[in-house]
């Protein structure tokens, strides 16, 4: 079957790092994405991994290990705003549909 | 620009009732989505269409239609609402080409069916 997993929860406090680990199993595979949902909002495009390696953006930074069917997201320097759910979703074709995980919560404290 | 929109932002149906959601975009984007999210899970594609006139399944379809008649608007349809489809709906569009991963969503319609 297809599946994502994904940790639940992560409790961390401000200025910490936080790593957040996604294995996939799916049918097609063309990339990672990562996505942020603050509570009662719309979820938000953080990063996309098409091939193996790290990409950085600012704070956050997503890496992708297509043999292992792997994917992880960092946070660092934690900061509150950045108390939020995050998702990570497989591309699984060209014309974009995603296949999310169940999300995990992370909470900052200070 | 606005975006993505979502109407209603709120609804509240009695079993069997129908209504439609109304997603648009200003953005110009081939590409639209329909999601719902149940508490403590992720997003299900429920149907999706890459261009005006199309549509396709996603992966829970049954019970909604949708329909793409203007390139800016995406309706999903609910015929006879059941209280399984009680859940937050988000709407998202994206472009094909070099960034066709990167979805913008819309706000989400609170749906619950009694």
């Known amino acids: 079957g297809q599946s994502l997993e994904q940790p639940s929860e992560v409790t961390a406090v401000e200025g910490a790092i936080v790593q957040i680990n996604c294995t996939y199993q799916t049918s097609g595979f063309y990339g990672l994405s990562w996505y942020q949902q603050h509570d009662g909002g719309a979820p938000t495009f953080l990063s996309y991994n098409a091939l193996d390696g790290l990409e950085e953006t600012g704070r956050f930074s997503s890496f992708l290990s297509r043999s292992d069917s792997y994917g992880y997201l960092l946070l660092q320097e934690l900061q509150m705003k950045d108390s939020a759910s995050y998702f990570c979703a497989v591309n699984g074709d060209s014309w974009g549909k995603l296949q999310f995980g169940a999300g995990t919560q992370v909470v900052v404290t200070p | 620009n606005a975006g993505v929109t979502q109407t209603p932002k709120f609804r509240v149906l009695k079993t069997g009732q129908s209504m439609t959601l109304l997603c648009a975009q200003d953005?110009?984007?081939?590409?639209m989505y329909w999601y719902r999210q149940d508490p403590g899970m992720g997003l299900r594609l429920i149907h999706y269409s890459v261009g005006e006139g199309t549509t396709a399944k996603g992966e829970v379809p049954d019970g909604y239609n949708v329909s793409r008649l203007k390139k800016q608007n995406f309706l999903l349809g609910l015929e006879s609402a059941a209280p399984s489809q009680t859940s937050v709906y988000f709407c998202?569009?994206?472009?094909?080409?070099?960034?066709?991963?990167?979805?913008?969503f819309g706000p989400g319609t609170r749906l619950t069916v009694t």
């Open positions: 953005m110009n984007h081939e590409y």
């Open positions: 998202a569009s994206s472009s094909p080409g070099q960034n066709f991963y990167e979805q913008y």
